[in-house]
């Protein structure tokens, strides 16, 4: 159990010693007029005389303000900081936090999307905010500023263990200290178990504490009574426990975050929930939500959330868009939303502090494990939502159990148990294979022996011998030599750079290049160019359900299309996004394919992103090796931004023209910018509404047309 403890603490004005006074200012304004004691700790052990820190605290106390005190004393020095977190919605929210630093003179900047730009204006600015998964295809990409830096904070430093984002945020840390080995870098976690071996990798000093501005209490519910250790709290008892703990918290003036263990369950707990929480909120403000949540796109998805929505409950998973998880989020901070039910990704860092938090389901599905129990350090980061400094007294943090055994097993394993250690993932294969040639590509080794040092000074050196790795990089390192991206002697080849380049795996490489290969002499259409993008391990294809047996039957129609594929249940995943993606590029409406294909319009975006990154690398790779498929390619590349067909291409670049409007005007027969300069405005008011049509009447003007950045629906949707 996390406790508050009455300190003594450091004042804001005592920071003049090494930031001007401005800056204490600027927090005083805020009204932070004292550190916390984790905060005074940091400054004592040499935060601000530019020591490495390993900050391992609970969520909300102040880990984010400490790394913003090291920031601003750089930039206020003339040097620039790097902020790295694990997704593109936190360096928004990130970005836009740091943005109130601009009256001190400080410039932020954030840097996502295209993986193969260098984006060196981002030099310009004293912060730059990305994920590990960008800054490290800035090294790759031979971005200059990133040689120069004077502090790297890394948010969630935990994650180093994550199978998926570990190897990369392992990989990015140690070249940024090779390149940098002046730099300070302050890691942030609310869960580090083995944080002195994590804190030695660094060479940082460590900074640990079970401190909270808010008291947090950890227990469990079951059968109206809440279990914490030492005590039990009834809790009036009406209907069932999640309804009760719902209606009691929103009774409080309080918020509460549901985490359940899948998004159906989140859905169902969301909808369960609006029936009885309509009467207990202002409806204005929530009725409000529910237009910006409808304004989003018409799906079903979208109108059940819509509905939640209107009662003061919502539902938040990755099926969404982006900007109904933003109108969510907006709302739950402004209080007009009482409660979210929540898939386990809102833990991993926004900023949604609620009075309790509820783990209704502390098992998840993982594969051929079946339903399997959360780890000790995932239950740490969603109860740590719990408590919102400067509204709650306490926070409040439970799990559900069925019955008393349960409630025992629960508060011995979660709430007094130990989060597990972190371990180094970089001996998986998959990521040995784009992190190996990733560091030979930009010159971090130019043989084995140097290679075999730079993996030495890794995080996964630092916990067990390197000789560990030595057979899979043996075996890695003959794949690449083998794909043409090493020659024998470790040098790269022209193609091994552009792969590292790319940012994709090098395996995807090589079956874009076998593919291409061989159908050299056979026709190449769209699905099969969709169909051999899917094949690559950097797509994550869609799963195939009872439902869907018309995948069979769209294999067998398709065949001569298709790429060869020998493991069937692969090729039905395979064929079952491809066929997405082509429903996607025939401008089928949205809310027709997520129907189709049981997805959230969330996914049908992130398929085509993802989607999109890997046919831009296909023609890439076909314009290198003069595959013969490159025009056709780069053509599609195009549609699959926008979702359109090939007749729509002369009219896609416009600002303000997206699919739909597109469609619009070459129905009404303005199929190119030719034929849209003899137009009239009143026509073209008729057809896209007054506004638009004068935004492209002035495009067409001045230039004729030109690439547009802002789109229909905000984006490409």
Not at 114 to 143: C, F, P, Q, W
Not at 623 to 635: M, N
């Amino acid at each position: 159990m996390y406790i508050r403890l009455e300190e003594s603490m450091l004042e804001m004005e005592d920071l003049t010693s090494w930031l001007p006074r401005e800056v204490a200012e600027l927090y005083q304004n805020e009204g932070i007029r004292e550190l916390y004691p984790p905060q005074a700790e940091a400054v004592e052990k040499g935060l601000l005389e530019g020591k490495s820190i390993l900050v391992s605290v609970p969520t909300a106390a102040g880990k984010t303000m400490m790394a913003e005190l090291a920031m601003l004393r750089a930039a206020l020095s003339g040097g620039r900081s790097l902020y790295i977190v694990p997704l593109r919605a936190l360096a928004s929210e990130k970005h836009a936090a740091f943005s109130r630093f601009s009256p001190l003179g400080v410039k932020v900047g954030v840097s996502s999307g295209d993986m193969e730009r260098r984006d060196e204006y981002l030099g310009r600015n004293h912060i730059i905010v990305a994920t590990s998964e960008k800054a490290d295809s800035l090294i790759r990409n031979g971005a200059r500023w990133i040689r120069d830096l004077s502090v790297l904070v890394v948010d969630e430093i935990h994650l180093l263990d994550s199978p998926n984002r570990g190897p990369t945020l392992e990989m990015t840390i140690t070249k940024l200290l090779r390149l940098n080995p002046q730099m300070q870098i302050l890691g942030l976690s609310a869960t580090v178990a083995n944080a002195r071996e994590v804190a030695a990798w660094l060479k940082a000093e460590l900074v640990e504490s079970r401190w909270r501005p808010v008291e947090l209490k950890e227990g469990v519910i079951c059968d109206g009574v809440l279990h914490f250790p030492g005590e039990e709290v009834p809790l009036s008892r009406r209907r069932d426990d999640l309804i009760d703990l719902v209606k009691d918290t929103i009774g409080e003036g309080g918020q509460i975050l549901i985490f359940d263990s899948s998004r159906r369950n989140a859905e169902a707990t969301a909808t369960k929930l609006a029936k009885v929480v309509a009467e207990a909120i202002e409806g204005k403000a929530a009725s409000r939500l529910s237009e910006k949540i409808l304004a989003t796109g018409d799906t079903e998805t979208g109108r059940r959330l819509a509905d939640c929505v209107r009662s003061g409950v919502a539902f938040h998973h990755a099926g969404l868009l982006a900007e109904q998880r933003a109108v969510v989020e907006g709302g739950f901070r402004s209080g007009s939303i009482k409660a979210i039910a929540s898939t386990p990704t809102l833990a991993a860092g926004l900023n949604l502090p609620a009075r309790r938090v509820l783990i209704k389901s502390y098992r998840r599905y993982e594969g051929s494990r079946g339903m399997v129990p959360i780890p000790v350090m995932e239950y740490r980061q969603m109860a740590g939502r719990a408590g919102r400094p400067g509204l709650d007294p306490r926070g409040e943090a439970l799990l559900m159990a069925k019955n008393e055994a349960e409630v025992r097993d629960l508060l011995d394993h979660y709430v007094l148990g130990e989060p597990e250690e972190i371990f180094s993932k970089l001996a998986m294969e998959p990521a040995l294979r784009t992190h190996l040639l990733s560091t030979v590509a930009t010159g971090f080794a130019k043989d084995e022996e140097e290679l075999k040092r730079f993996v030495d000074s890794t995080f996964y050196a630092s916990q067990q011998e390197a000789w560990h790795l030595e057979a899979t990089m043996e075996r890695v390192l003959e794949f690449l030599i083998e794909g043409g991206m090493l020659e024998a002697d470790l040098r790269p080849t022209p193609l091994g750079e552009l792969v590292s380049r790319l940012y994709i795996d090098p395996l995807s490489a090589r079956i874009v290049v076998e593919n291409l290969r061989a159908k050299e002499k056979t026709k190449i259409t769209d699905l099969t160019l969709l169909h051999m993008i899917t094949m690559t391990p950097d797509m994550d294809t869609l799963y195939v359900q009872s439902s869907d047996g018309w995948v069979e039957d769209f294999i067998d129609e398709h065949a001569c299309e298709l790429c060869r594929e020998e493991n069937y249940d692969w090729m039905m995943r395979e064929a079952k996004t491809a066929a997405l993606l082509l429903e996607w590029i025939s401008e089928s409406e949205e809310e027709r394919i997520a129907d189709r294909f049981r997805v959230g319009p969330g996914d049908i975006r992130r398929v085509a992103e993802t989607a999109e990154w890997l046919i831009h690398s296909a023609g890439r790779l076909s314009e290198h090796l003069d595959l013969g498929a490159t025009f056709r390619i780069y053509q599609l590349e195009k549609r699959v931004h926008y979702g359109a067909g090939p007749d729509l291409l002369g009219l896609l670049d416009l600002k303000g023209v997206g699919r739909v409007r597109a469609r619009k005007l070459h129905r009404a027969g303005y199929t190119s910018i030719e034929r849209l300069k003899e137009a009239k405005a009143a026509d073209l008011a008729e057809i896209l509404g007054p506004k638009i049509a004068g935004k492209v009447i002035a495009q067409i003007r001045a230039d004729g047309g030109g690439e547009g950045e802002e789109r229909e629906g905000g984006g490409r949707w």
